[in-house]
């Protein structure tokens, strides 16, 4: 199943993570500087319109295209967010980003292809981008590994996978690409610890959001059952991960 049919599939099931999203998209949209006033925003894999949300409270007077390539997510997008722009398609059907004064993707930038993530960067010459990467790095201040990290580890340790994007957002997370583009940039790590009730609601969770789907590619409802299946009764914590990413044409 390709990322598209995913989302297609989980649309209704998405907006119960609404708390999850909205967070995550307001601590990146704050890495905007105050004193930008962006008259047109492009929104890479828009989803369900969360963070587009957060795009309108902020920039109501700018020109908001919300991308994403779901039928379903788009639809509930509308809804959610009925000032913006929806727009079918990738950022490689995009083609060109000119004409955008800021970019942002939120929790999306990972599912980028090598050429889009190259026109992403070149395109930071001319225009703020704000992203939110995910980390592999998700212990707790006192470098604990919560349960559910340590449960999903395990999975992965005896899978195997080797998924393209994990390898690619790691260097990109790694690498100061936009630095070398003469452009100020912020960077700030945002983490957020959720109790579960068990194994099988933060196995929900993780396939829901796509984490198990950029983990496991076509094993993800399988990686699901397994996971559920190996945490033991009662609450289980598990730590999210994100760098953030701002970025501002000098």
Same mark, same amino acid.
């Given at each position: ?91 490689? *059907?995009? @083609? &060109? ?7 942002? $993707?939120? %929790?999306? !930038?990972?599912? +980028? /292809? #090598?050429? *889009?993530? @190259? &026109? ?7 225009? $703020?981008? %704000?992203? !939110?990467?995910? +980390? /592999? #790095?998700?212990?707790?201040? &006192? ?7 340590? $449960? ?99």
């Amino acid at each position: 199943m390709n990322a598209h049919a995913f989302y297609d599939a989980v649309a209704e099931r998405y907006d119960a993570h609404r708390g999850f999203y909205d967070s995550l998209a307001r601590a990146l949209v704050a890495l905007v500087p105050e004193r930008l006033a962006p008259k047109r925003i492009l929104e890479i894999g828009a989803g369900t319109g969360f963070a587009t949300r957060v795009l309108v409270e902020r920039f109501p007077a700018a020109e908001i295209v919300a991308l994403e390539p779901s039928n379903a997510m788009r639809q509930r997008g509308r809804v959610a967010a009925p000032s913006a722009r929806w727009r079918a398609g990738t950022l490689a *059907e995009l @083609g &060109s980003t000119d004409g955008f004064d800021l970019i942002v $993707a939120s %929790a999306a !930038a990972h599912w +980028l /292809t #090598d050429e *889009e993530w @190259g &026109s992403l960067v070149s395109g930071a010459a001319r225009a $703020a981008l %704000a992203l !939110a990467l995910p +980390l /592999t #790095d998700a212990r707790t201040e &006192s470098g604990a590994l919560p349960q559910g990290n340590y $449960a999903l580890r395990n999975v992965v340790g005896s899978w195997r996978p080797s998924p393209t994007w994990n390898a690619a957002t790691r260097r990109r997370a790694s690498s100061r690409w936009f630095e070398a583009l003469g452009t100020d940039v912020t960077t700030a790590k945002w983490r957020l610890v959720e109790t579960y009730a068990g194994g099988a609601e933060l196995a929900e969770a993780l396939f829901v959001r796509g984490a198990l789907l950029a983990l496991f590619g076509e094993d993800a409802e399988s990686a699901r059952e397994t996971l559920a299946g190996s945490v033991g009764p009662g609450p289980v914590d598990f730590g999210w991960s994100f760098l953030l990413i701002g970025s501002v044409p000098e």
